[in-house]
């Protein structure tokens, strides 16, 4: 029989090596499960397949894991390193029923009673033969069923394209020998156990079935929130109860998604097409956060940053490709436009308007179909900074659908919501052109189909995507640690006051685990230094000096674990970023050796791919800008002046350093700035490195423009301490636009009335502000000093000068 049996898996491989392709997930197992490849390993299959046994061993073979059907050797025993649990459906009866996989458990468990240095690791791997989950209204299990001989062959026709090979985090069973003993029963428990696990895992990579749309409609159009808002509508605009029920359902169909499988398929062949055709390939980091999560049956709630339209469709196929389900994606109105508005449908997008003010009917459709989706256990995507950023950094959060979120938690949901923050970026984004023609004054342009085919027909050779999954915020738990009042029942009044301070919260850490997932890349590292130049421009060795000087301190200052830093040399990332298309970085050559700079066109784009990190190195810039202009200062009033301007930092960048931790990351930064030899520290003074002072002067500049637009709002308010808040920010906006004109600051935001109202806004957080609107002008004065000690001559009196005439004009 065994004969049989291997004749018959080598009849196989042939076809199969044709019709299924390589889909591991994930695709590197060994370092993303942590595998130890010098320890024995067995692989545990759901059911009896020889289809699915030849399909897993080539792509076991494909990522550099042991043969499955080669034995293991351990003590001078052979075992085999591959189990069936179930028997399934079989054409051929093999050694994979149920008893004889729990006594080959036992013979694994009773070797590591004797072998005390044994630590065999069991992999739960399954097949999964697309990722259908089927529909309400229809009979019939997902194409994840154990299928026959004939159906399997069907499936590989098929969805042979679209089958996936699933690895699991390895289980040890040293661990469960020293936890729980090597007895008989503990082998059926891991038989138990790992069945458990099967049928969570196609859970977590099919979902729920999709919604029957119209009975959907009829359930939501009969809930009592629904009900009276409609009654309202008809009471207030006098209109039969007919005419508002109608247009409750034009609201609710202009809002509903209507997910179709096949939809994503093709959507998927598209994707692979359009990712080849524009980028190098798509960096995925962290996903193994979502995978835990779904097996745990959590609620995913997805928010990304927003940088480009394709943020939508590059989170669904990899999520796609993760084995994941992909969500439901609460996508703008604006594209909601013939042919890809239901093309967005199919896949998954549901619509929402810019705005809900003055339209109670829909924002309680909205409302309750967001509620409706989480109940069923879609997982739901939302962009929290509500538009694509244009400057590249990340926007205050608009918390609308975080509320609804929260919200969903509280009245009806019993599985635990997990929102997971979600890093999206790219080293030419998409929009580049547009957004290039917006910065410089231009009006946005309304989407159509003729500008999607326009701009993807003249991109390519756009670098690498990166996809990093931040730090899952569990929002019981995370409600339970800061507001531990969220359970108790409260009137209106009183929830109000908690549940807001919890919206503005989640959504604001949302924002910082964004930013603790930021991936670095050759782009962004090359525009931080040549637009740290004032002249846009270096020498190569100055280039490659600083890039070198950026990687080193990211490697042993890590902002966060989450950061993503390249590993390639510095000359490897200027070769790739000069390769690029459409990126406007000359080469130049004199007598002297070459020169690196940026186009003038260029330079308010860069703008964009160093917002996308500035985060990174706003601390060590602000010190290392600090000892440039003192020249050499103690290290206790280094501390002090970066304690006063932090503050305002962290919320202008959405860092995570608390107070507390501080002093100790500031002292990191000291000692890695005096490692490279860029500042001097005596005892308990720093001081200018002279020869590297080039270097410092790259580092300081990080921080300019922000402390100069602090200076700016400080200037009128010492000027005039009685000015309104709406006239502050406005005199502040006037101000910076005078500057950069007449000192060529070419960053977007530098005039941004937002960043203003921001920094307004956190002066009377910070106690600059009494209660009753007062300056506190001894606090103010402070600041004052300290901003215009790291500001030069001749841009300080730009702005005494400018802020007087503007005294002058009111």
Not at 194 to 212: C, D, E, M, V, Y
Not at 701 to 726: H, M
Request: charged share 25%; hydrophobic share 40%.
């Amino acid at each position: 029989m065994a004969s049989m049996l291997n004749l018959y898996r080598k009849l196989l491989e042939l076809p199969l090596s044709v019709l299924v392709k390589n889909n591991p997930i994930p695709h590197n197992p060994i370092e993303e499960l942590s595998l130890n490849v010098q320890q024995p390993i067995v692989y545990v299959l759901p059911y009896t397949s020889q289809t699915d046994l030849v399909i897993f061993r080539k792509n076991c073979l494909n990522v550099g894991l042991p043969d499955p059907f080669e034995k293991n050797e351990i003590g001078g025993i052979s075992l085999p390193r591959f189990v069936f649990l179930d028997e399934g459906r079989r054409i051929f009866k093999s050694k994979g029923a149920k008893k004889e996989t729990i006594a080959i458990f036992n013979k694994y468990l009773e070797l590591h009673r004797t072998l005390a240095d044994l630590d065999v690791q069991l992999i739960p791997v399954s097949v999964l033969w697309g990722r259908s989950p089927g529909h309400e209204n229809k009979t019939g299990l997902p194409n994840l069923r154990l299928l026959n001989g004939i159906q399997k062959f069907a499936a590989a026709i098929w969805f042979g394209r679209d089958t996936f090979v699933r690895f699991s985090q390895a289980v040890s069973l040293r661990y469960m020998v020293n936890e729980h003993g090597s007895d008989e029963k503990i082998a059926a428990k891991l038989a138990r156990v790992a069945k458990i696990h099967f049928s969570k895992q196609r859970i977590s990579a099919t979902g729920p079935r999709l919604p029957n749309r119209q009975a959907m409609f009829n359930k939501l159009l009969q809930s009592p929130a629904i009900l009276k808002a409609i009654e309202d509508e008809a009471k207030s605009k006098k209109i039969p109860m007919e005419k508002a029920q109608k247009e409750a359902y034009k609201i609710l169909d202009e809002i509903a998604a209507n997910v179709s499988y096949e939809g994503l398929r093709v959507a998927d062949r598209f994707l692979r097409w359009l990712w080849n055709k524009l980028y190098q390939g798509i960096d995925v980091q962290h996903a193994d956060r979502v995978r835990k999560l779904a097996l745990e049956g959590h609620e995913i709630v997805y928010v990304p940053c927003h940088r480009s339209h394709i943020d939508y469709l590059l989170l669904s196929y990899v999520l796609y490709h993760q084995g994941l389900v992909t969500p439901h994606i609460a996508a703008g109105i604006n594209l909601n436009f013939w042919p890809v508005g239901a093309m967005f449908r199919r896949g998954g997008a549901f619509f929402i308007r810019r705005t809900f003010k003055g339209n109670r009917l829909y924002s309680t459709i909205f409302r309750e179909y967001l509620g409706e989706l989480f109940h069923r256990g879609y997982s739901v995507e939302y962009f929290i900074e509500g538009g694509r950023s244009r400057t590249g950094r990340l926007l205050a959060p608009k918390t609308g659908m975080m509320s609804m979120t929260l919200q969903a938690l509280q009245q009806r949901q019993t599985r635990p919501i997990s929102v997971v923050p979600v890093y999206v970026g790219y080293e030419h984004v998409l929009e580049v052109d547009t957004y290039a023609k917006e910065l410089r004054g231009a009006a946005k342009e309304k989407e159509n189909a003729g500008l999607v085919l326009r701009v993807i027909k003249k991109l390519r050779n756009l670098g690498k995507g990166y996809v990093n999954f931040g730090e899952p915020i569990v929002l019981s738990s995370y409600l339970n640690q800061h507001f531990p009042e969220w359970k108790e029942p409260h009137s209106e009044d009183e929830r109000s006051q908690w549940f807001n301070k919890a919206v503005d919260s989640v959504s604001n850490q949302v924002m910082v685990n964004i930013n603790n997932a930021a991936a670095v890349n050759a782009m962004n590292l090359t525009g931080t230094a040549l637009l740290s130049s004032r002249q846009r421009a270096l020498t190569r060795k100055q280039l490659l000096e600083q890039l070198a000087s950026y990687q080193q301190f990211l490697q042993n200052v890590p902002y966060s674990d989450d950061v993503i830093v390249p590993s390639e040399t510095p000359e490897e990332m200027l070769d790739h970023v000069l390769n690029l298309d459409r990126v406007g970085v000359l080469v130049e050559k004199d007598n002297f050796g070459e020169i690196i700079r940026l186009e003038r066109n260029s330079a308010v784009l860069m703008t964009y791919y160093r917002n996308n990190i500035q985060h990174l190195f706003a601390l060590p810039s602000l010190v290392a800008s600090i000892v440039l202009h003192y020249g050499a200062i103690q290290k206790d009033l280094v501390l002090e002046a970066v304690g006063k301007i932090y503050p305002f930092l962290r919320g202008e960048l959405f860092l995570h350093f608390s107070d507390d931790e501080l002093k100790e990351r500031v002292e990191n930064i000291i000692q890695e700035l005096q490692r490279q030899n860029i500042i001097q520290c005596n005892e308990n003074l720093l001081a200018i490195h002279k020869p590297q002072v080039r270097m410092l002067q790259l580092w300081s500049s990080g921080v300019r423009e922000i402390l100069q637009r602090y200076y700016i709002t400080v200037s009128i308010l010492q000027n005039d301490p009685t000015i309104s808040r709406a006239t502050l920010e406005k005199e502040s906006q006037s101000v910076a636009q005078r500057l950069s004109v007449l000192h060529g600051i070419n960053a977007p935001e530098f005039f941004d009335k937002a960043v203003f109202s921001a920094f307004v806004g956190n002066l009377k957080q910070y106690g600059y502000f009494d209660e009753n609107n007062q300056v506190n002008e001894a606090l103010l004065d402070e600041l004052s000093e300290i901003l215009a000690q790291m500001i030069s001559t001749e841009v300080r009196l730009t702005i005494k000068s400018a802020v007087e005439k503007t005294e002058e004009i009111d």
